[in-house]
């Protein structure tokens, strides 16, 4: 279940998709939490520069894995705009981070980018549990969802 907190930080993803969109990137934001709410790391996309697997939440497990004890990992909460995408949804599960919320879920950015006409990714896009079955995951917020959505439009229509 979403409680305030769970929002407050999913609201912290959206204004970091929101700078990603600003410096020109795929509008895409991500918080890793501990167990006990602290905000341990927080990235947005990367994928300007050409390297398409500078995502945030690979980011996230990459820090996890050298600055967390596993419990510490299992223990913690990925926050997202977007749900993982498969690459990142993997990362995520052989790290051993613990659950994931997202504003929006892949099927949803799948649906608004047919609507436009952007031509699928080199990816299928997989739910994180057809990837990472044992991963606790709780998404989309349709709160949040329609903001996500525009940002997108915005940076696929441009």
Known sequence: MIDDDDMRHLRR????A????????????SVLV?????VLFEDHNHVSGG??????????ARWAAANLAPEERAAATVYTSGEHCPMCAAAHA???LGRVVYASS???LRAWLDEWGVPPGPVRPLAITEVAPGVPVEGPVEE???EVR?????????
């Open 18 to 29: 929101r700078a990603a969109l600003q410096a020109g990137d795929a509008p895409f934001g």
């Open 51 to 60: 390297d398409q697997t500078q995502h945030p939440e690979l980011a996230i």
């Open 94 to 96: 052989w790290v051993g």
């Open 150 to 158: 525009e940002l997108q439009r915005r940076y696929h229509q441009r």
């Open 13 to 16: 993803c959206v204004d970091l």
């Open 106 to 108: 892949s099927a949803q």
């Open 144 to 146: 949040l969802a329609a």
């Open 34 to 38: 501990s167990a006990d709410g602290r």
